[in-house]
């Protein structure tokens, strides 16, 4: 199974939107509605941030939000604020049970 | 308070094996997939292995299909990985997760394996 596909960097100023996205196939993000979307401080490990495509867990900010058109899942973070500043991971299932992962997003805010 | 926490991991030379554990707590253990994901430096995230909650089934990534076993003890609240013939492209950060409905709502801290010479 191949990873999902992401821009290596994304960057945006404090107080701006930035929207990154996740490019897959009709086979998993096309397919399902199971993407979700991570966050990773350097050092640290992942945090879920978004699942099945555009629910927030329980403490996450409403300024992240997600959304999905045909075979591409978006992260949109609104109001950028200097701690947002982190990589970006995004998951879907692919079927057989397979959890496949996109190759990260670099977020700088500027 | 929902808790996963790995051990084992370290230097290692190619061909060798290490066995990595997971303590779990605050959550039924055995109500739940677990997934073992792991990040080479500087890389990306890999799902490498998944287990159900009875431990009955397990799928594996292509990279270590025949080389790594996932298992379970419910009773102890405790995953493994036991890892055989390992290569240089096994190094990374291994950490461990709860997956609920296809995704990886809880991480553990993570592991160093070192696959190196």
């Known amino acids: 199974q191949s990873a999902l596909t992401q821009p290596p960097s994304a960057s945006e100023s404090p107080g701006q939107s930035v929207t990154i996205s996740c490019t897959g196939t009709s086979s998993d993000v096309g397919d399902y509605n199971y993407v979700s979307w991570y966050q990773q401080h350097p050092g640290k490990a992942p945090k879920l941030i978004i699942y099945e495509v555009t629910k927030r867990p329980s403490g996450v900010p409403d300024r992240f939000s997600g959304s999905k058109s045909g075979n591409t899942a978006s992260l949109t973070v609104s109001g950028l604020q200097a701690e947002d500043e982190a990589d970006y991971y995004c998951?879907?299932?692919?079927?057989?049970?397979?959890?496949?992962f996109g190759g990260g997003t670099k977020l700088t805010v500027l | 308070e929902v808790q996963l926490v790995e051990s084992g991991g370290g230097l290692v030379q190619p061909g060798g094996s290490l066995r990595l554990s997971c303590a779990a707590s605050g959550f039924t253990f055995n109500s739940h997939y677990m997934t073992w994901v792991r990040q080479a430096p500087g890389k990306g995230l890999e799902s490498v292995a998944k287990?159900?909650?009875?431990?009955?089934?397990?799928y594996y990534a292509d990279s270590v299909k025949g080389r790594f076993t996932m298992s379970r003890d419910n009773a102890k609240n405790l995953l493994y990985l036991q890892m055989n013939s390992l290569r240089a492209e096994d190094t990374g950060v291994y950490y461990c997760?709860?997956?609920?409905?296809?995704?990886?709502?809880?991480w553990g801290q993570g592991v160093l394996v070192t696959v190196s010479s």
């Open positions: 998951s879907s299932y692919a079927g057989s049970s397979n959890l496949v």
């Open positions: 287990i159900k909650p009875d431990g009955s089934e397990k």
């Open positions: 997760t709860r997956e609920h409905w296809w995704r990886c709502d809880c």
